[in-house]
């Protein structure tokens, strides 16, 4: 991102081109009010998020890596704020230590920090692949010692990565109206010293060989495109297996309310016939006009009505179906979604949503910058339509490093509880000081 900014805004100017001055305001408005209100939301929520995430009852391996994100976001939006100055206004001033930083560290530090996030969210994405896939293998992966060296292998690969663009520029030595400029930081101009400075310019025996061009191609593949890859084929498989066990665990729900229900009707239906059988013989012994006629009636009765008692003793009756039916329901419930274990917990499925919201943002965001990398061209820096999808992207890119506290309190419960919680501890705090500070003043006017 910074390294086509810089490039763009020490393009020389083109006084004849009616488009010069609205590219201009264009870039204002993008680099000194829109990207400020970006830097400062995004500063003030991932503060929040080095509060929230170590209280005391978030305590987990996801909360370690989101704690990481966190510093990492944190430390890109802090280095951002001198880049977009030097882009808005110029940092300038002629010091040998600002043109330093502009030559060797300021591209460095912020792609740096740029790529440990996104190696951090690579980590979270991998060990939720693992969780889904693997979940014989995920105990054993999922510790805190394994998450704190994930993130320090982010940081430490992103440093290492980034290197070779302190090269890329050097200090010079400027005075205005002198062909020679030197690069001795001793070196002093008796004629005109004192309106001589400092300044960062590129270092063409470093940035126009063939192996710093194939560098640079290869820090936006592992910058930008190639996470985006990465991210979206880990999320569209995590996103499928979750729906999948979902379905497979609404489908044996659905499994074990349908013997409940029909061994429900089987018993209904099988007490109901005997009531009317012994009706209707009471109805017949009942209505008999003589002795002997009811006498040979209830024998003949009786004699039919016992052979159908053994009959029915030899079927199973409706009461041992439905004794034996949940011996059978509750295991088939229980064996099936243990190996799905993880996704039970509502907290691991929070963590789940929160995950593949971040990995959401980050695609939408670094997708148009990691095209602006490949439209890139000198040549377009005064054409209006490139300048405003410029700013577009540029400004994208750093709302996806300022957003995350706000997704974490729009998915999670728990993080929401968190940050209440601690917004009403804060206040009690505040009123007791107030009241304490009161009552302080009112026993000294006491004695007095």
């Known amino acids: 991102m910074i390294y086509h900014q810089r490039k763009m805004s020490e393009a020389p100017e083109e006084d004849g081109d009616p488009n010069t001055m609205l590219v201009q305001h264009i870039k204002w408005v993008a680099y000194s009010l829109v990207a400020y209100l970006i830097v400062g939301v995004g500063i003030m929520g991932n503060l929040l998020s080095l509060v929230v995430l170590t209280r005391p009852n978030l305590k987990g391996v996801m909360y370690v890596y989101l704690l990481g994100l966190a510093v990492s976001n944190l430390c890109v939006l802090i280095t951002a704020v001198p880049a977009l100055f030097d882009i808005s206004a110029g940092l300038g001033g002629g010091h040998y230590t600002t043109a330093f930083f502009q030559a060797h560290l300021k591209l460095p530090l912020i792609n740096s920090f740029m790529a440990s996030s996104v190696y951090i969210i690579i980590f979270m994405t991998v060990n939720r692949y693992i969780s889904i896939y693997k979940p014989t293998d995920f105990q054993r992966l999922h510790t805190l010692k394994n998450a704190r060296l994930s993130i320090s292998l ?83 498989l995590i996103i499928h297996k979750f729906l999948k066990i979902a379905k497979k665990r609404q489908s044996l729900k659905n499994a074990t309310m349908k013997p409940e229900q029909s061994s429900h ?14 009706t209707s013989s009471t109805t017949q012994t009942s209505t008999s006009s003589s002795s002997t006629a009811a006498t040979s009636c209830s024998t003949a009765v009786n004699q039919l009505s016992v052979p159908s008692y053994p009959s029915r003793a030899a079927s199973p009756s409706p009461s041992t179906l439905t004794s034996f039916t949940p011996d059978i329901t509750p295991t088939h419930h229980r064996v099936k979604p243990r190996k799905h274990k993880v996704l039970q917990n509502s907290e691991q ?9 971040i990995i959401v943002l980050f695609v939408c965001c670094t997708t148009p910058a990691a095209i602006l990398s490949i439209l890139f061209s000198v040549k377009l820096d005064h054409h209006l339509g490139f300048q405003i999808f410029r700013a577009i992207a540029n400004n994208l890119e750093l709302l996806n490093f300022a957003l995350n506290f706000y997704i974490y309190c729009l998915c999670s ?27 302080g003043v009112t026993v000294h006017v006491d004695h007095v």
């Open 413 to 439: 419960a728990e993080i929401r509880r968190a940050f209440v919680a601690l917004f009403q501890s804060a206040c009690e705090c505040g009123r007791r000081k107030r009241h304490s500070r009161c009552n």
């Open 349 to 357: 499925r929070m963590l789940v949503l929160v995950l593949i919201s």
């Open 154 to 236: 982010s940081f430490f690969f992103g440093i290492i990565f980034h290197i070779p663009l302190c090269f890329q520029n050097q200090v010079k030595r400027h005075c205005p109206g002198k062909s020679d400029n030197l690069s001795d930081p001793n070196s002093t101009n008796t004629t005109k010293d004192t309106i001589c400075g400092w300044k960062s310019d590129e270092n063409f025996f470093v940035s126009e060989t063939y192996v710093f061009k194939a560098y640079l191609v290869i820090s936006e593949i592992f910058l930008r495109v190639g996470p985006i890859v990465i991210l979206a084929i880990l999320n569209i």
């Open 265 to 278: 009707n089987m018993s209904s239906a099988s007490s109901s016939p005997m009531p009317s059988r012994n």
